[in-house]
């Protein structure tokens, strides 16, 4: 009987709000995983592949945008509903550019967040009222200046600016990315060559302004 139900991944790190959502969604879906960061979703989506991932934007080692977009490259028809406490239009217009079918925050109703899995569960997509007016205007805008913003790092190199930007040294950032610290230097070297920074706390504001780490 179970096996019948849509197959739910959730992507928190802080526990409380995990496990509270697979509480509120366990009657009507299967909770397959949850997982509390943005690598760890992207290993447990391969394995799992679940039919929609409701996942946090401020995660460590890998942000929750990132995530969902490398994850959506290998299961393209997954949902991504992102539960957040970010209420910037902007960052929810880039959450929908990047693939996402639901964008809510964490003050809303449990009953909000039912629905909106529901919504999207039937090919539709949701998005908070409390942010709706402001992100479909912006959205009309089509603003270029984000979307340039957010192509100016490859992937990889937002990886490793992330790493850094939480405080890990060089040797560690090559041991969570699998390559040598060689390579991580020469990104790094580039990431402030394509940036313009000047120091080690320019990244970090760009990283935060780019929303790769929490403020």
């Known amino acids: 009987m179970r096996r019948n ?7 928190d790190d802080h526990t409380l709000v995990a ?7 366990e009657s009507e879906y299967e909770i397959v995983g949850i997982v509390s960061d943005g690598r760890a979703l992207v290993r447990a989506a391969a394995d799992l ?29 997954v949902k991504l509903v ?3 406490m970010n209420h910037d239009a902007d960052l929810a217009a880039e959450a929908f550019r990047r693939g996402a079918s639901g964008y809510l ?7 909000e967040l039912a629905i909106a899995v529901r919504e999207v569960l039937r090919g539709r997509s949701y998005l908070s009222p409390t942010i709706a007016k402001d992100t479909v205007d912006f959205l009309l805008r089509q603003d270029k200046k984000l979307i340039d913003e957010a192509d100016r790092l490859t992937e990889r190199q937002r990886e490793v600016l992330q790493l850094l930007a939480e405080g890990k040294c060089m040797k560690e950032v090559a041991g ?6 060689r390579t991580v230097a020469f990104h790094k ?27």
């Not at 496990?19 to 969604?25: G, S, T």
């Not at 070297?189 to 935060?208: D, F, T």
């Open 49 to 77: 592949k679940p039919q929609l991932i409701i996942v946090d934007i401020a995660m460590p080692i890998l942000n929750g945008l990132d995530a969902g977009q490398q994850v959506k490259e290998f299961l393209p028809s």
């Open 105 to 111: 925050l964490k003050t809303c109703a449990a009953s």
């Open 189 to 215: 070297y580039r990431i402030m060559e394509v940036l313009n920074a000047k120091s080690s706390a320019e990244l970090i504001q760009y990283a935060i302004r780019n929303h790769l780490i929490a403020a």
């Open 19 to 25: 496990d509270a959502c697979a509480k509120l969604l």
């Open 176 to 181: 969570v990315l699998n390559i040598t610290t």
């Open 5 to 11: 139900l849509p197959r739910i991944l959730i992507a």
């Open 82 to 84: 992102y539960l957040t």
